[in-house]
């Protein structure tokens, strides 16, 4: 089972609002990544977990904060975006953080912030 | 310049090979990625290669890899209205950070 589950799917919210988008992995992986896709763009990588420990933090905002309560969970909490964060947001996780592990990607949470 | 580079469409025609061209400017790639991505969905891993081969074959994909000329392809036999999607060469590196290193994608488009 190569799996990673995405919820919610879809996601509308105002700039003033708190969401947040979780991810889940039963594959026994120690590395979790969030990755936001813009349309017709490769996935940016935003953040990297190993072993629950935030890794890498690609210079993103504060208004996206990552949180991993667990080794099987990822969440990304989020409070006054902007329309220009509206895009496609992707978990994956791999079996270590290092080369040679392949990344299984989740199917997205579609955020469109108003 | 990117330092993963696609041609960012290709059309064929059902039944056909589709080959998807790569180029990456990193000598010290170690691991090279295929991936697949319809529409409104997340990316599906078709295949990868180690930088310490020259081909590798699964079902109706075939990788090859030039490392000479920091060339991947990636060849789809009898390709289906089914294959239609983007495809995005990715490879990791020795150095630095990040752990995965997109291109932008090719849009593959199949003709009935």
């Known amino acids: 089972d190569t799996e990673v589950t995405q919820t919610p799917k879809h996601l509308v919210m105002g700039m003033t609002n708190k969401k947040s988008l979780k991810c889940e992995q039963h594959m026994g992986h120690r590395a979790m990544y969030w990755y936001k896709q813009k349309a017709k763009k490769p996935p940016e990588l935003m953040f990297v977990?190993?072993?629950?420990?935030?890794?890498i933090n690609e210079s993103v905002p504060s208004r996206f904060s990552p949180e991993c309560p667990n080794s099987s969970l990822l969440n990304l909490h989020l409070h006054a975006l902007q329309p220009e964060d509206s895009a496609l947001y992707l978990c994956?996780?791999?079996?270590?953080?290092?080369?040679?592990?392949?990344?299984?990607f989740g199917p997205g949470t579609r955020l469109t912030v108003t | 310049g990117e330092d993963v580079e696609q041609s960012l469409f290709l059309s064929v025609r059902e039944g056909d090979s589709s080959v998807i061209n790569c180029t990456y400017t990193?000598?010290?790639?170690?691991?090279l990625y295929w991936y697949k991505q319809e529409p409104g969905a997340g990316l599906q891993l078709l295949t990868y290669?180690?930088?310490?081969?020259d081909m590798k074959q699964d079902q109706r994909l075939t990788v090859l890899l030039n490392k000479k000329d920091k060339h991947l392809s990636l060849r789809i036999a009898d390709t289906q209205t089914g294959d239609s999607a983007i495809y995005f060469c990715?490879?990791?590196?020795?150095?630095?950070?990040?752990?995965?290193?997109f291109g932008k994608g090719t849009r593959l488009s199949v003709i009935a």
């Open positions: 994956a996780s791999s079996q270590g953080r290092g080369r040679g592990y392949e990344q299984y």
């Open positions: 290669i180690f930088s310490n081969m």
């Open positions: 977990y190993s072993y629950e420990k935030l890794s």
């Open positions: 990715a490879e990791t590196r020795n150095s630095g950070n990040t752990p995965l290193v």
């Open positions: 990193d000598s010290s790639s170690t691991y």
